[in-house]
């Protein structure tokens, strides 16, 4: 697990965007975890910038969203459907065939659509980079405190914390949807590299327990423990519960020096 600290949102996204765009550069095809959030709209600027100036091409990339809100269209403006097109599709070129996001509309066989999903993850290759933001709960997608740590992508039922983050995006009097399809964490780690970022206070309680607690369904991050090549990317408001930032500081001075790669 490597942990990088920033001092701000925008230090992250800068450097978010550029782990992306290097693993693009790396590999035109790249099969990319795409996440939604508030802290992902900076990120995507970036990425759309980068895309403008000329220096990144999507047009070979295949793109794999989390999760979906059930219950809402595509079109909703609270879709992660309408969030991706808003925020990265629309001013990039991603050939559309390529995008992969759950479909909130689903009905009925719930258990079929979430295993077609998978087979679609599974038929690009497997995910190389999954990008993750987390829930003040700890939540990675829309897998909730208790979630299994095998699960795969599948119907599930969002708790209080969530619905109540989630509510004032939501016209006054709409009632912000219960339930949502989401990877399971089980297929969250089984993506090649993942890149979790975390800006703000709210996040700090939790982004120590991920890192430095017990591996645990109550904490659904701290399942990252158990990946291979995680990085954490943090600022200072959301690391101030870290206990050990002075041994994080100098793995990334020696990672810079040794094994730069791993930072491009
Ligand atoms: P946020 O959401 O980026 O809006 O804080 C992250 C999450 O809940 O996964």
Same mark, same amino acid.
């Given at each position: ?154 119907? /599930?039922? *969002?708790?209080?914390? #969530?619905?109540?983050?989630? !509510?004032?995006?939501? =016209?006054?009097?709409? @009632?912000? +949807? ?14 090649? /590299?993942? *890149?979790?970022?975390? #800006?703000?206070?709210?996040? !700090?309680?939790?982004? =120590?327990?991920?890192? @430095?607690? +017990? ?50």
């Amino acid at each position: 697990m490597l942990v990088i600290l920033k001092r701000d949102a925008a230090e992250i996204s800068r450097q978010a965007a550029q782990l992306v765009a290097s693993a693009i550069r790396r590999k035109p095809a790249l099969a990319l975890g795409l996440a939604t959030g508030g802290t992902m709209v900076a990120v995507y600027q970036e990425l759309v910038r980068l895309h403008k100036a000329g220096s990144l091409d999507f047009s070979r990339v295949v793109t794999f969203n989390l999760d979906e809100y059930l219950g809402l269209p595509a079109a909703h403006p609270q879709s992660f459907h309408h969030f991706m097109q808003q925020n990265l599709f629309a001013h990039v070129n991603i050939n559309p065939h390529n995008v992969h996001i759950p479909d909130g509309t689903v009905r009925g066989d719930y258990d079929h659509y979430c295993k077609s999903y998978e087979d679609a993850i599974c038929q690009a290759g497997g995910i190389d980079l999954q990008l993750l933001g987390i829930g003040r709960n700890g939540h990675i997608g829309f897998n909730e405190p208790t979630s299994s740590l095998g699960s795969r992508t599948r119907l /599930k039922v *969002l708790n209080q914390e #969530t619905i109540d983050d989630n !509510a004032k995006f939501f =016209a006054p009097g709409e @009632e912000s +949807p219960r339930c949502a399809i989401t990877m399971g964490i089980g297929s969250i780690l089984e993506a090649r /590299k993942i *890149l979790l970022l975390a #800006t703000g206070a709210s996040k !700090a309680a939790a982004v =120590a327990k991920s890192i @430095e607690g +017990p591996v645990t369904s109550a904490v659904p991050a701290s399942a990252l423990q158990l990946h291979p090549e995680v990085t954490f990317v943090i600022d200072d408001p959301a690391a101030a519960q870290l206990t050990q930032r002075d041994y994080y500081l100098r793995v990334l001075q020696m990672t810079a020096l040794l094994t730069p790669d791993r930072l491009s």
